[in-house]
């Protein structure tokens, strides 16, 4: 068992085995997309309170949502990376950090141009877009912390676990800026929960998430190839591969 | 065990009274933190009082963040944090030992001279009250988490500004809850919950801070 | 008693060795040798559990010494580039703080007498930052003398010592390997050492 593990997640392995996957992940979530963007932003019912300009949370919540779901992938493959000391996991961790505040930058964003008609300004302190604001620094911090450290082992090492300090981190600072937002601003109205959601919101909603994990599963997988040639670049697999091209 | 928590304390301790004038510099940055606000902002003592639980918690933030250099950096440098590291015992206790020197040469001094603060801020009684339970309870996670940022970056040549940028969002919660208790307390509130939520996560970083910080110091010896 | 398994280290993606294994008995004394950047502090490092090798393990009394480590640190010592002293502390405490890293509590006469064989004998309370860098070595040794450990690991040990403190570190060693204990060391002085020594050549990929 150990040993299929280990030989399952060499990168040479990795290597020849994802370059199918990718084909797969970034066609459908290319199909997806269209189609829930489509369904999204020409088929779904106009809100009555909001108009055309809530169609931005068929971007805003998948990203946001993904800007949670990368960082536990960040900090779970870190913690395979630390203890059972799996580089493949340390890759993947690295090669998602930059996605991941991608996305965290797309849901701010989006939000705040969501925020211009319903509040008037581009920015309020809104509960959650603080907690995202927070966890764009916390990929910031890893990503600098990461290219700081020469030695490319203890860069993943070092970062790694500040992913997973983090990662314990990110509940309480959450509940924190909830509780800190509900006392600041009273019960005012948050429109990024509602209640309940009309079907027609809901289906185009939950393909565009589909379609997000899809591309960041390929956009991963390119990544973590990319830097599987980059660190095993000394090592015989990579240049054999470099010689048949 | 404990011998070996408590020796390595004293040294530390030992060590920076060795050295009073280093001691000061948190205490005297913080004071002067605090200082520049009524002269940027407004000296009216209605506005002060608004904004000092923040202005002051921002303060301790910053002061404490600086002085955490001196956590590992010495050691670092001269070869003990290897021979730490090299000890029979459980790293973690020596981790927490080192904290418990940083806290009472920076945390413990804030606390005390935090009442003054108050008084420049125009804060009641009661609300600097708060502010010294808020501080006691507060500046010791401050270390404890201070302490894995430091042990990640002590290696790193300057450091200091990769540390704050990994440390100070991990802050967060301390801050709100600190500052919001002072500020509750001002206007005469209950601060029960908010004191009892620093207690919890003072609590949780006692025990998960030491254990974290060792591996990262492993981390950084082994480059 | 020591044991090296198939060690691999890579250092900024330079191969510095790869299956590299040795083994140190009881009284043994174990040279590593190689050229500057071979390795051989890399090695040291390995060995003492500070940096993890890319591949293999070190063994101590069969035992893998990262799953073992209270053991293994409980007996061994080990002494690298940097002095490790304090200059706002005094020699004695200085030696004090390191033998209290190891749980070792002795008396002040104790530690004199290991400070007088050194060559530190009336320096006790003089603070670390008025010594001389060879003297500073000095203290280093009163440590590893005073450490009780059967194992010394020894990085670069003559590096700023006089040639009083060059022989006092060979019979040091002499009197160890006596006593039953084990040194693995490196250097680039010559070590005149009058007793049977093993070495292990870095660089070259082979054993001596």
């Known amino acids: 068992m150990w040993h299929w593990i280990q030989r399952f997640s060499s990168p040479k392995h990795f290597y020849g085995m994802s370059a199918p996957l990718i084909k797969w992940f970034s066609v459908s979530a290319l199909l997806l997309g269209v189609y829930g963007l489509y369904l999204g932003l020409f088929v779904a019912p106009t809100d009555y309170q909001q108009g055309e300009s809530y169609r931005i949370i068929f971007i805003h919540v998948p990203a946001a949502w993904m800007s949670m779901f990368v960082y536990m992938v960040m900090a779970v493959s870190s913690g395979i990376g630390i203890i059972w000391q799996i580089r493949l996991a340390d890759m993947v961790a690295a090669a998602s950090a930059p996605i991941g505040a991608s996305f965290a930058f797309v849901a701010l964003v989006t939000g705040s141009l969501w925020g211009k008609p319903m509040w008037g300004a581009y920015w309020v302190w809104d509960a959650r877009l603080t907690s995202e604001l927070i966890l764009l620094f916390l990929y910031l911090g890893y990503m600098a912390l990461q290219s700081a450290i020469e030695d490319q082992r203890s860069a993943d090492k070092a970062s790694g676990l500040l992913a997973i300090v983090g990662v314990v981190n990110i509940p309480i600072i959450h509940y924190s800026v909830e509780w800190w937002n509900t006392l600041h601003q009273g019960a005012t109205v948050t429109k990024f929960d509602k209640p309940s959601m009309h079907i027609d919101m809901l289906i185009p909603l939950l393909l565009m998430a589909v379609a997000f994990k899809l591309f960041y599963a390929a956009l991963v997988l390119v990544r973590t190839r990319n830097e599987a040639l980059y660190r095993d670049r000394n090592r015989r697999w990579v240049r054999e591969l470099v010689e048949r091209l | 065990m404990l011998k070996a928590y408590y020796h390595l304390l004293i040294r530390d301790l030992r060590l920076a009274l060795r050295s009073r004038h280093e001691l000061a510099n948190p205490l005297i940055f913080f004071v002067l933190v605090v200082t520049l606000f009524p002269l940027a902002v407004t000296p009216t003592p209605d506005a002060l009082q608004t904004m000092a639980p923040g202005v002051i918690w921002v303060s301790a933030l910053l002061a404490v963040l600086l002085s955490l250099d001196r956590l590992f950096k010495l050691d670092y440098e001269d070869g003990s944090l290897d021979q730490l590291m090299l000890s029979p015992n459980p790293l973690m206790i020596l981790v927490l030992a080192k904290v418990t020197a940083h806290w009472f040469l920076t945390g413990l001094p804030l606390v005390i001279i935090a009442p003054l603060l108050g008084i420049f801020m125009s804060l009641p009684a009661e609300a600097v009250i708060v502010l010294i339970y808020s501080l006691l309870l507060g500046t010791p996670v401050l270390s404890l988490v201070g302490a894995i940022g430091v042990s990640l970056t002590v290696a790193v040549n300057r450091g200091g500004v990769l540390l704050s940028l990994i440390i100070l969002p991990l802050y967060i919660p301390i801050l709100i809850f600190g500052a919001n208790a002072v500020d509750v307390a001002a206007d005469g509130l209950p601060v029960t919950g908010q004191l009892l939520f620093l207690g919890a996560v003072l609590a949780l970083a006692l025990s998960l801070a030491p254990l974290a910080t060792s591996v990262a110091l492993r981390i950084t010896a082994s480059r | ?208």
């Open chain 3, 1 to 208: 008693m020591f044991e090296a398994k198939s060690l691999e280290c890579v250092r900024d993606d330079r191969l510095l060795f790869n299956d590299l294994s040795f083994a140190v008995a009881e009284s043994e004394v174990l040279q590593i040798e190689g050229a500057n950047g071979s390795g051989k502090t890399s090695l040291l490092r390995i060995l003492c559990g500070l940096r993890l090798p890319e591949a293999g393990q070190v063994l101590w009394q069969e035992e893998s010494i990262i799953s073992n480590r209270e053991d293994y640190y409980a007996s061994m010592v080990y002494i690298g580039h940097l002095p490790c002293v304090k200059g706002d502390l005094t020699v004695l405490e200085n030696v004090r703080s390191l033998l209290d890293t190891r749980s070792l509590s002795l008396s002040n006469e104790q530690i004199e007498v290991a400070l007088a064989k050194v060559g530190l004998a009336s320096y006790e309370d003089v603070p670390g930052k008025a010594l001389s860098s060879g003297q500073r070595r000095r203290i280093l040794l009163a440590f590893i003398e005073l450490s009780q450990a059967k194992l010394w690991i020894l990085d670069e040990p003559l590096t700023a010592l006089d040639v009083q403190g060059v022989t006092l570190m060979e019979s040091m060693i002499m009197e160890h390997k006596q006593a039953g204990g084990s040194v693995v060391f490196t250097t680039h002085h010559g070590m005149q050492l009058e007793c049977e020594m093993s070495s292990v050549q870095l660089g070259r990929r082979s054993r001596g």
